[in-house]
């Protein structure tokens, strides 16, 4: 029964950390848009933004990734699946997410020191990469069997080019507007 309460914590704060990765890129992508407004609005706004991002990262993010990390290694080490190969792929695109959220923590500073080194459309991007890892993720713990990962990372690439897509037709019709 344990076991079942470690699990539910750990999915409440897999959710946590992922809303706040997907957030604090989209505010990135207004904080670099606002300096692009005249004054008075670019000091208020670029002011708020690092507010913001400050608190998300520090208050939500953060801490939903630590208590993540700390129950799902419990979890695994628990159920010995840390032997099993879906989970050392599991594992890798875990290690590919906390990499997006390292980087994100240090694009964060670059923004709390005003430098701004990414347009809104690679930030666009950008912030579609945790969502690659996520459905990476999900369809490896849900599916886990060999014939099944075939199909799961050939969804996987498939899905990547239509969201990288979205993205560019998303510009296309901004900039036509």
Same mark, same amino acid.
């Given at each position: 029964?344990?076991?079942?309460?470690?699990?539910?914590?750990?999915?409440?704060?897999?959710?946590?950390?992922?809303?706040?990765?997907?957030?604090?890129?989209?505010? !990135?992508?207004?904080?670099?848009?606002?300096?692009?407004?005249?004054?008075?609005?670019?000091?208020?706004?670029?002011?708020?933004?690092?507010?913001?991002?400050?608190?998300?990262?520090?208050? =939500?993010?953060?801490?939903?990734?630590?208590?993540?990390?700390?129950?799902? !290694?419990?979890?695994?080490?628990?159920?010995?699946?840390?032997?099993?190969?879906?989970?050392?792929?599991?594992?890798?695109?875990?290690?590919?997410?906390?990499?997006?959220?390292? =980087?994100?923590?240090?694009?964060?500073?670059?923004?709390?020191?005003?430098?701004?080194?990414?347009?809104? $459309?690679?930030?666009?991007?950008?912030?579609?990469?945790? $969502?690659?890892?996520?459905?990476?993720?999900? !369809?490896?713990?849900?599916?886990?069997?060999?014939?099944?990962?075939?199909?799961?990372?050939?969804?996987?690439?498939?899905?990547?080019?239509?969201?990288?897509?979205?993205?560019?037709?998303?510009?296309?019709?901004?900039?036509?507007?």
């Amino acid at each position: 029964m344990s076991y079942l309460y470690l699990k539910s914590i750990h999915i409440i704060f897999v959710v946590s950390w992922m809303a706040g990765l997907f957030y604090i890129v989209r505010l !990135f992508i207004y904080h670099t848009e606002a300096n692009q407004k005249p004054e008075p609005d670019r000091s208020i706004l670029l002011k708020q933004f690092q507010i913001m991002e400050k608190k998300l990262w520090t208050v =939500i993010a953060t801490p939903a990734m630590i208590l993540t990390l700390a129950s799902g !290694f419990y979890m695994m080490f628990q159920q010995s699946w840390h032997l099993q190969l879906w989970m050392q792929v599991k594992l890798a695109f875990v290690a590919g997410l906390l990499i997006y959220h390292f =980087i994100c923590q240090n694009m964060m500073e670059q923004f709390q020191k005003g430098l701004f080194n990414w347009s809104s $459309t690679k930030l666009r991007i950008w912030n579609e990469v945790a $969502t690659i890892f996520l459905v990476g993720i999900v !369809f490896t713990v849900v599916l886990k069997t060999a014939m099944d990962w075939l199909y799961g990372l050939l969804g996987l690439i498939l899905f990547a080019m239509i969201i990288m897509s979205a993205v560019k037709l998303y510009k296309y019709y901004r900039l036509k507007s």
